[in-house]
């Protein structure tokens, strides 16, 4: 098959779901994970060696929803690549500016302890590991297939992480850390209408959705681990939901945290903060 077809192909299927920029993106991930060929060799190729029978497989995958990331159990965050499936979340650009956040602050810091709370696939303990390789980091999460993917994740990089599934509301540990991560679930379910088909019908609820009523429930036993947990003038570094950061913010000094931090993501959305003990 000629690109020019593939591409039409792609386009003209996928209109109802995805614009056609995001079409052709998709078609991209597609034809190089199918022929196991980079673009740049795939742009000067006169006929792409790609099964027509593969194509119509993958198109009608996507056409029900289901994410590329999961149709070919990949994803790409912080220059590493990650095994996922419908057990762990997709690994998002925003979460790799918290990540960013995170080395930037420590890139000169040494014998740093890290613990990453809710780790799903991994890939903010594995990428912290990766780019401050003097750190300890631990990670929890209450999936065991999540803490199977992120084991497997770690391995696969040949980094040392300590995986632990355990739940975030029963843990009990005496020892003290210098900076705590998370990306807890924060969606509220009342925003549900507003998400795309993809992410409900296939990324894991669990991770994602909290209660209406108390919808900052991860945060207030982050804050209560913290002071236990978390050692003088340590740190804590979040991902949020960005119509309740102000309420995040109050939790922490409530618990009686020294200060925060909120910033913006790319999109201009309050995403993400840092909170001093």
Same mark, same amino acid.
């Given at each position: 098959?000629?690109?020019?077809?593939?591409?039409?192909?792609?386009?003209?299927?996928?209109?109802?779901?995805?614009?056609?920029?995001?079409?052709?993106?998709?078609? #991209? #991930?597609?034809?190089?994970?199918?022929?196991?060929?980079?673009?740049?060799?795939?742009?000067?190729?006169?006929?792409?060696?790609?099964?027509?029978?593969?194509?119509?497989?993958?198109?009608?995958?996507?056409?029900?929803?289901?994410?590329?990331?999961?149709?070919?159990?990949?994803?790409?965050?912080?220059?590493?690549?990650?095994?996922?499936?419908?057990?762990?979340?997709?690994?998002?650009?925003?979460?790799?500016?918290?990540?960013?956040?995170?080395?930037?602050?420590?890139?000169?810091?040494?014998?740093?302890?890290?613990?990453?709370?809710?780790?799903?696939?991994?890939?903010?303990?594995?990428?912290?590991?990766?780019?401050? %390789?003097?750190?300890?980091?631990?990670?929890?999460?209450?999936?065991?297939?999540?803490?199977?993917?992120?084991?497997?994740?770690?391995?696969?990089?040949?980094?040392?992480?300590?995986?632990?599934?355990?739940?975030?509301?029963?843990?009990?540990?005496?020892?003290?850390?210098?900076?705590?991560?998370?990306?807890?679930?924060?969606?509220?379910?009342?925003?549900?209408?507003?998400?795309?088909?993809?992410?409900?019908?296939?990324? %894991?609820?669990?991770?994602?959705?909290?209660?209406?009523?108390?919808?900052?429930?991860?945060?207030?036993?982050?804050?209560?681990?913290?002071?236990?947990?978390?050692?003088?003038?340590?740190?804590?570094?979040?991902?949020?939901?960005?119509?309740?950061?102000?309420?995040?913010?109050?939790?922490?000094?409530?618990?009686?945290?020294?200060?925060?931090?909120?910033?913006?993501?790319?999109?201009?959305?309050?995403?993400?903060?840092?909170?001093?003990?």
């Amino acid at each position: 098959m000629q690109l020019p077809q593939i591409k039409n192909i792609f386009v003209s299927e996928l209109q109802q779901v995805y614009d056609s920029a995001e079409a052709v993106n998709l078609m #991209w #991930w597609a034809i190089q994970e199918i022929t196991s060929k980079p673009k740049k060799e795939l742009l000067v190729s006169e006929n792409i060696e790609v099964s027509p029978e593969k194509i119509t497989e993958v198109l009608s995958l996507l056409k029900s929803g289901k994410p590329i990331q999961y149709i070919f159990n990949k994803a790409y965050f912080f220059d590493l690549e990650f095994y996922v499936d419908e057990h762990v979340l997709i690994p998002r650009p925003e979460t790799e500016q918290l990540v960013q956040w995170i080395i930037s602050d420590h890139s000169k810091t040494e014998s740093i302890n890290i613990i990453d709370l809710c780790t799903g696939s991994g890939c903010i303990a594995i990428s912290l590991k990766h780019n401050l %390789p003097h750190t300890k980091v631990s990670a929890l999460d209450v999936s065991e297939k999540a803490i199977e993917i992120a084991t497997k994740n770690a391995v696969s990089i040949n980094l040392e992480i300590d995986f632990d599934c355990n739940d975030l509301f029963k843990l009990n540990t005496t020892e003290q850390f210098d900076i705590i991560v998370s990306n807890p679930p924060y969606v509220c379910e009342k925003e549900k209408a507003l998400m795309h088909k993809n992410v409900l019908d296939y990324e %894991p609820h669990i991770a994602l959705f909290v209660e209406d009523d108390d919808a900052l429930i991860f945060y207030k036993v982050i804050a209560k681990f913290g002071l236990t947990n978390l050692k003088p003038a340590g740190i804590i570094y979040l991902e949020i939901n960005e119509s309740l950061a102000k309420e995040t913010a109050a939790i922490f000094i409530q618990f009686g945290y020294h200060s925060t931090e909120i910033r913006k993501d790319l999109n201009g959305k309050e995403r993400m903060i840092r909170v001093t003990k």
